[in-house]
């Protein structure tokens, strides 16, 4: 067991997938998880399976690409909690395609998605964890953001710019003993990456760049995540960890 004392954590992207893994670990190390995502569906379902196994979590259904709805959710879960110490930047999505055939519309959704909510959330939940002088950071970003990805333009430039955000996050947090780390998944076996797992030919492409020729699970994202949100990891900061088999060795 890692070492939790009483903390709180905000995931966002927490109905499925990686988010949900995330959620869930740190549910089973004690820690109070709200779980958010768009849907008030999934999220909901996520708390639901944390309180049946005996964990503590809540459901808040937010739009993250909406930085007002970021701003009153955060305004309410502060009063409730004196403190958020955990952050996980998570909630992602993709619009594939090159770029020449990528729109306006498909590049901005991405970025406010996977990037602009990172710089909402951290802005408005960070702050106390600064006051407070304890707080855990983890952005969720991508291999893609590392070496970047043909057709994942917007994609790669999202998780690029998380990576950077990690980094000057850091500098600026440390002084105030708030940590902040990037994990960087590979290839991970979720609702989002079905369509390709499922596909002998394409996966087997994959799997060509991939050392330990396997997908990831969301578990071993989920792992990392937790230990860099744990006491005993009070040292580490301004890292990005990449969980992605050695793609990017």
């Known amino acids: 067991m890692l070492t939790f004392t009483h903390r709180t954590a905000l995931v966002t992207g927490a109905g499925r997938g990686i988010g949900k893994a995330i959620a869930e670990t740190l549910a089973k190390q004690g820690v109070t998880v709200i779980c958010v995502s768009k849907s008030a569906d999934s999220c909901g379902a996520t708390a639901a399976a944390i309180v049946a196994a005996g964990g503590k979590a809540r459901a808040l259904a937010v739009d993250v690409a909406d930085g007002a709805a970021i701003a009153k959710a955060s305004e309410d879960l502060l009063k409730e909690f004196p403190t958020i110490d955990i952050l996980v930047n998570n909630a992602g999505i993709t619009r594939d395609g090159l770029l020449f055939r990528m729109s306006e519309t498909d590049w901005n959704d991405v970025i406010g998605t996977n990037l602009t909510s990172c710089f909402h959330w951290t802005k408005l939940i960070g702050r106390p964890m600064t006051r407070a002088?304890?707080?855990?950071?983890?952005?969720?970003?991508?291999?893609s953001g590392i070496m970047g990805n043909a057709g994942q333009a917007n994609y790669s430039a999202a998780k690029a710019g998380m990576i950077g955000l990690t980094k000057t996050l850091a500098r600026e947090f440390a002084?105030?003993?708030?940590?902040?780390?990037?994990?960087?998944?590979?290839?991970?076996?979720?609702?989002?990456?079905?369509?390709?797992?499922?596909?002998?030919?394409?996966?087997?492409?994959?799997?060509?760049?991939?050392?330990?020729?396997?997908?990831?699970?969301?578990?071993?994202?989920?792992?990392?995540?937790?230990?860099?949100?744990?006491?005993?990891?009070?040292?580490?900061?301004?890292q990005v960890f990449s969980v992605d088999g050695g793609m990017a060795m």
């Open 175 to 238: 002084g105030r003993s708030v940590t902040v780390n990037a994990v960087a998944p590979g290839f991970i076996k979720t609702d989002m990456t079905t369509e390709f797992v499922n596909n002998p030919e394409v996966a087997a492409k994959i799997l060509e760049a991939v050392p330990l020729k396997r997908f990831g699970e969301a578990a071993d994202i989920a792992n990392i995540t937790a230990y860099l949100c744990s006491e005993e990891a009070g040292y580490i900061t301004g």
């Open 133 to 143: 002088r304890w707080g855990r950071i983890v952005n969720i970003a991508s291999v």
